[in-house]
């Protein structure tokens, strides 16, 4: 299943990716991949750097994208847990997150997650659980 | 060691945390508090709770002021790895991290945080390895 | 809710146990304690220091009987992710787990868990989320 | 860098891996892999499947080698944090592990492993961080 470009424009029209920067580009099944441009305000303490926080929050919101992508409508996800690994410092101007489900059953879903910067470096990687709960994510 | 309340003062009021509601609260002695009263941007999908992203940056925050309280001056640090469970949906209108250091090493911190709500409720619990590295935190 | 010192020893005696020398002490109201006197076998590479594996799989099981103590027959639990931070090399004779549930729901269970050695210094800390099944463990 | 047969020929039968029934097979250029023949002594509490410790522990070392294939002679390696997330019941009679490192700075490698059963299934992930040391692993 591919989820829409309109869902994703529409969805994704949000403020809290538009306070951080984040813009998700496509999620079908079971993958997803999205892009930060953060705002300036979340580069702190290290200026030019988004927060780690930041980071996870793209990686958090791609990984959730990508399970969305193997629902049907009613239901929606919550991560239970995500481990994250800082390879590298993040620097740069964009950040490419790429996320996809690894495993699934009933009510969870089990993913990883890279981020990369401009040069393909990898700044980041995670993995995840996540669990499928009844309600629309629409 | 204890940072200053005017240390703590003004390093808190950064665009970051200004952006996300997150307010220092103390750190000393390898042990940090904070509160996150969430801007309503960052409450997002769902209305009134703070995404887990931004849970996520309140706990890797709180442990870096908890790292930093063992530090004197001329090191900072920075996060390797965090690993984060949701133990139950983070509805309210204030959070509170707490932060400790469990072990330290020459060049590494490990810590445990957790984040309640107002009742007392554990919403999120958290381990990670920070790195200490050479650089001025102010 | 206390597991019985009968049925701790019956379900102890088994050839995972005794093949690493896992001794479970007690469990009861959601904590469970343990201790591992290791086999010579399972000290590599290092001599006189279990494999991290092992120390891992005194935690695991740790943390199941945590879980265990709080369910009723005819359930069991199943470990879903584990996080393990080894602070210390782990030198010694014997070693000494607790573990204890933060958080429970009907089908999931949150822990963390730390071991230590006989000098109270912490070797590893860990957390975790167990998935409750229906199944007996006895 | 590849390990040569009679390096792992040599370190590979140790008290430990046999004990427990792993295999290593190849390390090289910073990927290693490795098989999980179960002792049965070590499949508890569910007859004919290995211990999630015994899965952890061949993970680990699998990482391990994929470290240590990257690393010249008076060095080794410990970890300091492995995540793992089990997606499926192990059944079967032998198990797979692949782990290949994801970055490498001078003092830490950060690595993923996945293990898989027979029919190629995904049993479990994980992804960790290794600490280089001035040792010899030989």
């Not at 869902?7 to 999205?34: C, M, P, R, V």
């Not at 927060?51 to 919101?61: R, S, Y």
């Not at 690994?85 to 790429?98: D, E, I, L, R």
């Not at 089990?110 to 309600?135: C, K, N, S, V, Y």
Request: proline share 4%; net charge neutral.
């Amino acid at each position: 299943m591919e989820i829409s470009q309109q869902t994703i424009n529409q969805l994704g029209d949000n403020s809290l990716y538009t306070a951080l920067g984040i813009q998700i580009e496509k999620a079908a099944d079971g993958k997803a991949s999205a892009r930060l441009k953060p705002a300036s305000e979340v580069c702190w303490p290290f200026v030019g750097q988004p927060h780690g926080g930041i980071l996870f929050t793209l990686m958090d919101t791609t990984m959730a994208w990508a399970v969305l992508s193997q629902l049907g409508s009613g239901h929606n996800c919550t991560t239970i847990s995500l481990n994250i690994h800082y390879t590298q410092p993040a620097k740069g101007n964009v950040f490419f997150c790429s996320a996809w489900v690894t495993h699934r059953t009933a009510r969870s879903s089990f993913l990883r997650a890279d981020i990369h910067d401009e040069e393909g470096r990898l700044l980041a990687m995670g993995q995840a659980t996540f669990r499928i709960i009844p309600a629309d994510f629409l």
